[in-house]
Nanobody, 122 residues
Framework: QKQLVESGGGLVQPGGSLRLSCAAS????????VAWFRQAPGKAREGLSC????????YYADSVKGRFTISRDNAKNTFYLQINSLKPEDTAVYYC???????????????WGQGTQVTVSL
């Protein structure tokens, strides 16, 4: 069964950090672009960051640029999102995804994680 399994969400105070992980099973991430999305209550899903399969050039949405870092470890079949300087407006369910095509168009993504809640609050 091909799936992505996320971990690392939680409750954190403003200014804090988290690292989200997304582990693939049943297929190799080596030839896939990977990305992170989030969806806050009442808002549309937002593409945050993606990184291609053949290079390490990463894209970031303006809302997270400078605070979020995407990375991948193909040997572990896992990719990550390091989130720093968290703000209350970062509160959302975060999703990882994998696609044969790079970018943050969610319609292009074949595999999705189950989502992990990130809550930023005092």
């Amino acid at each position: 069964q091909k799936q992505l399994v996320e971990s690392g969400g939680g409750l954190v105070q403003p200014g804090g950090s988290l690292r989200l992980s997304c582990a693939a099973s049943g297929f190799s991430l080596e030839h896939y672009a990977v990305a992170w999305f989030r969806q806050a209550p009442g808002k549309a899903r937002e593409g945050l960051s993606c990184i291609g399969s053949t290079d390490n050039h990463a894209y970031y949405a303006d809302s997270v640029k400078g605070r979020f870092t995407i990375s991948r470890d193909n040997a572990k079949n896992t990719f990550y999102l390091q989130i720093n300087s968290l703000k209350p407006e970062d509160t959302a369910v975060y999703y990882c995804a994998a696609s044969r095509t790079a970018g943050t168009n969610a319609n292009n993504y074949d595999y999705w994680g189950q989502g992990t809640q990130v809550t930023v609050s005092l």
